[in-house]
């Protein structure tokens, strides 16, 4: 369930960044910090976002930063983040973006049923729009608990 997941200690919110470059940063330290992942797989998710672009834009202004699955992952992760102001990606349209979340996996199969978890709470209007809107932690960790 992604409620034991997405735990408080993984969500922060009113973060002030200025470059999609500095939200993977903050999103990957929040996972760095709680044990899940190495400081290697930071820098690997904006490299991501370099080779393949913005595609990780999931719905309007959410994005969903990963890495390649391996090594750098202590343990299937996610982290969530929203933002204070807006985020663009100025290398790619200045699309916008007001939350990201920072997904990581040890291999290409264990962490599917988080995924799936993740796309379900993305259907839940109410936490996309507290997400996309500076919703406060706490509004958003009640919606996370039924998930």
């Not at 200690?9 to 910090?33: I, P």
């Not at 595609?55 to 969903?64: E, Q, S, T």
């Not at 202590?74 to 920072?102: R, T």
Request: overall charge negative; aromatic content about 8%.
């Amino acid at each position: 369930m992604i409620k034991d997941t997405l735990t408080k200690e993984l969500v922060l919110t009113n973060v002030c960044c200025k470059t999609w470059r500095d939200a993977v940063g903050e999103a990957g330290k929040l996972l760095l910090e709680n044990g899940k992942i190495k400081t290697e797989f930071i820098p690997s998710m904006i490299k991501v976002v370099e080779e393949l672009g913005p595609y990780m834009i999931l719905l309007p202004k959410v994005c969903f930063f990963h890495g390649p699955p391996g090594d750098n992952v202590i343990e299937p992760c996610l982290s969530l983040i929203v933002f204070k102001d807006s985020i663009y990606f100025d290398d790619f349209d200045n699309q916008e973006i007001k939350c990201a979340f920072a997904f990581g996996a040890t291999d290409s199969d264990s962490h599917m049923e988080m995924l799936k978890n993740v796309a379900s709470l993305l259907q839940n209007q109410e936490f996309v729009d507290l997400i996309t809107n500076n919703g406060s932690k706490e509004e958003i960790l009640e919606i996370i608990q039924n998930y």
